[in-house]
């Protein structure tokens, strides 16, 4: 859903001064910003041990160096080649030809029409598609639009949906989306659904929009006990003096339990997860956090983030003292999201609700080309925008534990699939995923399994929304 308009650069070349230590070397051209690529994952890489083109005596002379680099025609290609089993291992690592637009993104800033959907095959069809709106953000194009989580599209700009359009239609910056309801005919029998036109379309234009993460915060009454909910959807920078008013207020509300939902938190900056972390306990102030393991030549970079009582700004932070809490996740939970459910398991209780996380545990700063030793923004090259957001850290809680790449699974009795016809409403107390927790604090194991066990049509996922913002999320670090 968040796309973000990139700038076409022309890549330039420079004479390069000799960087190795053969006397015998002569300068050679060879493309600058191939040379900032390999320079900087040679440097803050975090797999440069176990990509053989990233070793320190990977070239004898400047000659094979520049030959290396010309091999590449674009600094992509050169660095797709340098992450380590990007199938598996590095999936995350990334390069961007506008780093402008990059730091944008990492604050909240984008270029939307403010939907968050899924694509799944249509019903009885093997080639046709429906879209299912999941999140409209707050004063967005959709929100206006009066576009609501659960509807549902069936053609754009009255073309039906197959893989061979699905890209370029909602890739466009304005479109028209053809809203459509499933029709199951009142029967079980799910061979005769079908997607019945209602007659309404919604005219959409992505424009530049700011997101505030804290999505929705509420306060329930359970058993005579109140509970807070906070919907979280990015951990922004600087975001926690969003977060510290939210939970004065539930401090206010003598909050005593807390149901945090990460559903569709696709992470962000690592201090801020930690200033969470202290939000939500109290307890445990000076203790570590999480830990950041960078590569084997870096290792004086090693850092711990510790549970604190202030902000940055010096301002007290609103702790709640829990010794337990819900997380609604899901797949799309992933990074910095990951990274708060596995600091806070050695310390409190952690119920998590939904499915498998995306299974992020490494952390990622942006490289610019400005040199060692940092490659920071300050000295960046003025001839192209090109950065790089490498992975360059282990994120591992107090225990040395890593988050699994395959996630990390929901508590065992709390697995719950969001269905697309039964999404319900975000913060609502009968919205599926909030109920199991509500019924959980009320202690009603019979609730509990009658929210688990409303069947609902299921379907094929052909594409994400998340598949056109390649700049959202990640656990950063500042």
């Known amino acids: 859903m968040r796309k973000l308009n990139v700038l076409v650069l022309i890549i330039t070349t420079l004479f390069l001064t000799s960087c190795f230590e053969d006397n015998d070397d002569i300068g050679v051209t060879a493309s600058e910003i191939n040379d900032f690529v390999w320079k900087g994952m040679n440097f803050i890489y975090l797999y440069k041990d176990d990509v053989s083109d990233l070793s320190d005596d990977r070239f004898s002379n400047n000659a094979e160096y520049a030959s290396y680099l010309n091999s590449f025609s674009t600094p992509t290609d050169l660095f797709e080649t340098l992450r380590f089993e990007p199938q598996s291992i590095d999936r995350f690592s990334r390069i961007f030809e506008n780093y402008i637009a990059l730091e944008q993104a990492l604050q909240g800033n984008f270029i939307t029409n403010g939907m968050e959907y899924s694509i799944f095959l249509s019903p009885n069809s093997t080639t046709n598609g429906i879209g299912v709106i999941r999140l409209v953000l707050p004063g967005s194009p959709a929100d206006i639009a009066g576009l609501k989580r659960g509807d549902i599209f069936y053609r754009i700009d009255n073309n039906i949906l197959t893989n061979d359009n699905i890209n370029e239609l909602l890739n466009q910056d304005t479109y028209t989306l053809n809203l459509g309801v499933y029709n199951d005919k009142d029967t079980i029998d799910t061979t005769d659904d079908t997607i019945d036109p209602i007659n309404m379309d919604v005219s959409l234009s992505k424009v530049q929009y700011s997101e505030n993460p804290v999505f929705k915060t509420e306060v329930f009454n359970v058993g005579g006990e109140n509970v807070g909910y906070l919907m979280y959807n990015g951990f922004n920078r600087n975001s926690e003096t969003i977060l ?21 938190n696709p992470g962000g900056s690592v201090s801020t997860t930690a200033f969470l972390a202290s939000m939500i306990t109290g307890q445990f102030t000076g203790q570590t956090f999480e830990k950041l393991i960078y590569n084997s030549t870096l290792q ?10 202030k902000l940055d700004n010096g301002s007290t932070i609103n702790s709640l003292g829990l010794s337990k809490i819900y997380v609604l996740t899901t797949e799309r939970s992933a990074s910095a999201s990951e990274g708060l459910i596995n600091g806070l398991s050695p310390y409190i209780e952690v119920i998590q609700i939904g499915t498998n996380t995306t299974g ?32 360059i850290a282990n994120g591992i809680n107090k225990n040395d534990e890593a988050v699994p790449g395959s996630g990390i699974p929901p508590t065992f009795g709390f697995e719950y699939q969001e269905a697309p016809l039964n999404y319900g409403i975000l913060g609502n107390e009968n919205e599926p995923m909030l109920a199991l927790a509500l019924a959980d604090i009320e202690n009603s194991s019979s609730k509990v399994s009658n929210i688990k066990s409303k069947s609902a049509q ?21």
């Open 244 to 264: 510290n008013p939210v939970f004065g207020e539930f401090k206010s509300n003598n909050v005593q339990h807390l149901v945090l939902d990460l559903r569709y």
């Open 300 to 309: 004086s970079n090693n850092t711990d983030f510790n549970f604190t009582d």
């Open 360 to 391: 992020k545990t490494q952390a990622s700063r942006i490289v610019y080309d400005s040199g060692a030793p940092n490659f920071s923004r300050e000295g960046a090259n003025p001839s192209h925008t090109y950065a790089m957001l490498p992975l």
């Open 458 to 478: 299921s379907f094929k996922l052909i594409l994400d929304s998340d598949e056109f913002n390649p700049l959202e999320g990640g656990m950063i670090i500042d």
